[in-house]
């Protein structure tokens, strides 16, 4: 689920999770179709052999539930790390703002609104980006242009010098945050997961197509089941990239602190 | 009549082949049905690279120019997400892209080529001349248009350039006639002090031209890099040469050190005014107020201009950008060949150079926040109103002086480039003698 599917973010939200259900209840009713008369060659001599069939899926489905309890899980530790990493790099831009709002003019001016241009920035252009899965660059020449002319300043009193430490490390700690979003832009789960995922949900599908029943109780069955199976899918799509898809950050904590800035 | 299959089971008198039939017939209207609504919404990665088209903006955003040249990248951006408000230009968003030259010649020609390799239709950039000198080769080389806001020294027209700020006959020459003249203390000892690079140099090339078209010789001359900050001893030698009257070419956070050596040494504006050309509102904001108060500078447009269409472009950069910016010459400038380019476009109905080149041809005009502006086909230059404003303690100017009308353009004034001139709608550039920026007159 890389950049190659990006467009899949692209669908709203709930026509995505439409789409999940209808690929996999269409799988399942094609497969039902078309592939059970040939699988049902190989068990339809074995005596109970919906009982067999039913305890080989229970005991595949207790590992892949597991494991796809366990990706949602993951998913949305995603999820919420990245935020919590938005989060704090607004907190630890406003706190520096606060810092540099206390150095002497012109400096004070100029650092607050190169921090004001950083966060409008961050809203304006970045987030868009960040919502198509590119890491924005740009944000990285405003943090130098700030750096730059935060060291510019040459403290004249000890209260300066105090000041200037408090603003430099504060500085460093938001550069720290910054640098995590923009790793949790890129971060998602591995291939392999979707691999085993995927074939996972085949092969629930596949030993379901195995039960002898009647059509019409197996296409109703066996569609609520994939379409239970889709809904999962489309969750663990969703939160599969932070900043991607409904269950997605905002740049909310950037939007209140730029009000807030443009409000001194 | 088709008889039953014998293996067709019975499912309250539908066939399992009939419910086949009926549910794939279905499955199949369904999926017609609901695709066109699906997929609304769904790019599928057109969005992205199908209806935006880059735009090149190149400003120095860190080293000593970023000062300055920060402010010109906003203005660019707050015109451009206003034409992408409005419906984008030609049905395209404008996608910007600014990178960073940090105030290095050498790194200006490289993010320029990375710029038009990447595809940008136009750029907007620049601030210093040796910044313009070093980009507009590649860009007539890539035939791309270059789009330069800052006033400048003249002296030159390329044909993949659109200048929008003042030449030497629209600030400068005009500068020296108020100076010269009743309203400006009719002064005679003009200091020339400036940076060490094209702007300075041929400005004050001209400006000793022009002043001994008056009978007048510079009180002096000094150059210092680019950067400096130490002017403790150009102070002491303005000082020492008598002069009455400094016309300031120095760039950038240079000024910084300028205006604090001249207030060290405690000089009275009333009695020895720095006039500078390359001092805005912008740069004020780094200037303590009580060393520049009662100073001079020399522009197109200033912020105090009182007009109900600067009022309006104020309140709109501020409501994007911050209720204590402040807009400035290269600014308004900026902002009307921004549009002046949208206008070609339209015109053209393309994005091409040659459609757009020939579009400025009819001679496009803009209403712009300090008046209007026309873009004068011949020399790709524009029409400037000159200004002269005082610095004020709240970091504004009084205007105390504005011509009657816009200037039209020469980049090549006659009195410094005889012979020379351009004219882009017919043959180019009509070369005269060459001439020796640093020979004496």
Known sequence: MDTDFFWIYDIPPAKLALLSIAVFVGFYWLGLIFIRPILRQFVKNTPAANDIVGYILSCFCVFYGLLLGLIAVTAYQNVSEAGSNVTREAAALSALYEDVSRYPEPHGQNLRWLLRDYTRYVIKYAWPLQQRGIIPEEGTIRAEAFNDRLLDFEPRTPAQEILHAEALRQFNHFLECRRMRLFSVKSALPGSMWYVMILGSILTIVMCWMFDMKFIAHLALGGILASYLGTMMYLIIDMNQPFRGDVSITPEAFETLYRRMNED | ?441
């Open chain 2, 1 to 441: 009549m088709i008889p039953e299959h014998p293996m067709a089971s019975r499912r309250g008198g539908v066939s399992r082949r009939q419910a086949l039939a009926h549910g794939t017939a279905a499955t199949l209207a369904a999926a017609r049905a609901l695709a066109p609504s699906l997929f609304v919404g769904c790019s599928l990665g057109i969005r992205s690279g199908g209806t935006t088209v880059p735009v090149g903006l190149l400003h120095s955003q860190t080293g000593t120019m970023a000062i300055s040249a920060t402010s010109l990248r906003d203005i660019e951006l707050h015109a451009i997400e206003q034409i992408n408000g409005s419906g984008g230009l030609l049905g395209y968003q404008l996608e910007a892209k600014a990178p960073d030259p940090r105030s290095r010649p050498d790194l200006f020609a490289k993010r320029a080529t990375q710029l038009l390799e990447a595809g940008v239709v136009a750029v907007f950039g620049c601030w210093t001349s040796v910044s313009r000198k070093a980009v507009l080769p590649i860009f007539e080389q890539y035939k791309k248009l270059l789009l330069y806001s800052v006033q400048y020294e003249g002296n030159e027209s390329s044909k993949y350039c659109v200048y929008g700020g003042s030449v030497p006959n629209q600030q400068i020459m005009p500068a020296i006639d108020w100076l010269t003249g009743p309203d400006g203390g009719s002064k005679k000892k003009i200091f020339l002090l400036g940076s060490d690079y094209v702007f300075p140099r041929t400005a004050n090339f001209i400006t000793k031209r022009y002043l001994a078209s008056k009978d007048l010789r510079p009180a002096g001359e000094v150059y210092l890099p680019l950067g400096h900050r130490d002017f403790t001893a150009a102070v002491q030698q303005i000082i020492f040469s008598g002069a009455d009257c400094v016309l300031n070419t120095v760039n950038g956070a240079s000024n910084l050190g300028l205006f604090q050596a001249l207030a060290d040494a405690k000089i009275d504006p009333a009695k020895l005014p720095v006039v500078s050309t390359s001092i805005a509102e912008d740069e004020l904001r780094s200037l303590l107020p009580h060393q520049v108060q009662g100073h001079y500078a020399v522009s197109s447009y200033f912020q105090s201009l009182d007009t109900a269409a600067n009022r309006q472009w104020i309140d709109g950069f501020r409501s994007e950008f911050g209720s204590d910016r402040v807009t400035g010459d290269p600014m308004e400038p900026d902002w009307c060949l921004v549009h002046l380019w949208k206008a070609a476009v339209e015109k053209a109905g393309t994005f091409e150079t040659e459609a757009v080149r020939q579009a400025f041809r009819d001679g496009l005009s803009f209403a712009g926040p300090g008046g209007t502006v026309r873009l004068d086909p011949k020399t790709q230059h524009c029409t400037r109103y000159f200004r002269v404003g005082r610095i004020r303690a709240d970091r504004q100017f009084d205007i105390v002086h504005q011509s009657d009308a816009p200037i039209d353009p020469d980049p090549y004034p006659q009195i410094a480039f005889p012979g020379w001139s351009c004219d882009w709608t017919k043959g180019g550039i009509t070369r005269g003698p060459e001439v020796s920026i640093d020979g004496d007159i």
